[in-house]
């Protein structure tokens, strides 16, 4: 399995809360990913990042910040979380090796995020 | 917006059967990827298919691409319990992007 962890795996926090989520890999792989995953809504791409310091927003990235100052960690953050962010957030890594086409994505195990 | 829209929504067979999934998309692509994700967990990667090939194999799985109509099909042969899962087409949104389509459940039944 890919080196991919994700803290925490569970959280419940109550509306208008901060809250940031860990994306942590091993791999050295350049890109990173946070997804969602909804019920009837599939996956899908919220911010990523194509190096350290480098991201960009993805399709649904209202509400959402995100960091990465070290190749490993990528951070996820709900500023002012709300109930429509109860979700189950995924994170992913590819190594972009093969320039603009898009390769494989390793999954971390996601977490499990319910606003109150 | 999704791109890849798998069908049927959910499918249910007989331990031994095998499972058919499509996949259908909109624009051109460079590849098709399918994944699989069990209850629980994260998605992993089944196979990639290029948009120059027309068939590919691992193991008990067969993807097919067909770039006239837009669409994709996963065979997995002689199904086991194991199997039972959710599977995801994703389609190159380019930029190393991907664009994944809802899912087709899959539960084998012993």
């Known amino acids: 399995d890919a080196g991919i962890t994700q803290s925490p795996r569970h959280k419940v926090t109550e509306t208008g809360t901060p809250v940031t989520l860990r994306c942590h890999q091993t791999e050295n792989h350049r890109y990173m990913y946070w997804y969602r995953q909804d019920p009837g809504h599939g996956l899908r791409l919220i911010h990523y990042?194509?190096?350290?310091?480098?991201?960009d927003k993805g399709e649904v990235s209202d509400g959402y910040s995100v960091s990465r100052s070290k190749t490993e960690d990528f951070l996820l953050t709900l500023e002012s979380a709300t109930s429509s962010q109860t979700s189950v957030y995924f994170c992913a890594i590819s190594s972009g090796l093969a320039g603009a086409t898009s390769e494989t994505q390793y999954f971390g195990p996601g977490t499990r995020l319910l606003v109150l | 917006s999704q791109q890849g829209e798998e069908d049927p929504q959910a499918l249910s067979i007989q331990e031994g059967e095998n499972a058919t999934m499509n996949c259908s998309y909109k624009?051109?692509?460079?590849?098709l990827q399918w994944y699989r994700q069990n209850s629980g967990r994260g998605l992993v990667h089944l196979i990639l298919i290029r948009s120059n090939e027309r068939e590919k194999h691992s193991g008990r799985l067969r993807v097919t691409l067909d770039t006239s109509k837009k669409s994709s099909s996963l065979l997995i042969t002689a199904s086991r319990a194991a199997d039972t899962a959710s599977y995801f087409c994703a389609t190159d949104a380019g930029a190393q992007k991907l664009v994944f389509g809802q899912g087709t459940r899959l539960t084998i039944n012993p």
């Open positions: 624009t051109s692509i460079n590849n």
């Open positions: 990042s194509y190096g350290v310091k480098d991201t």
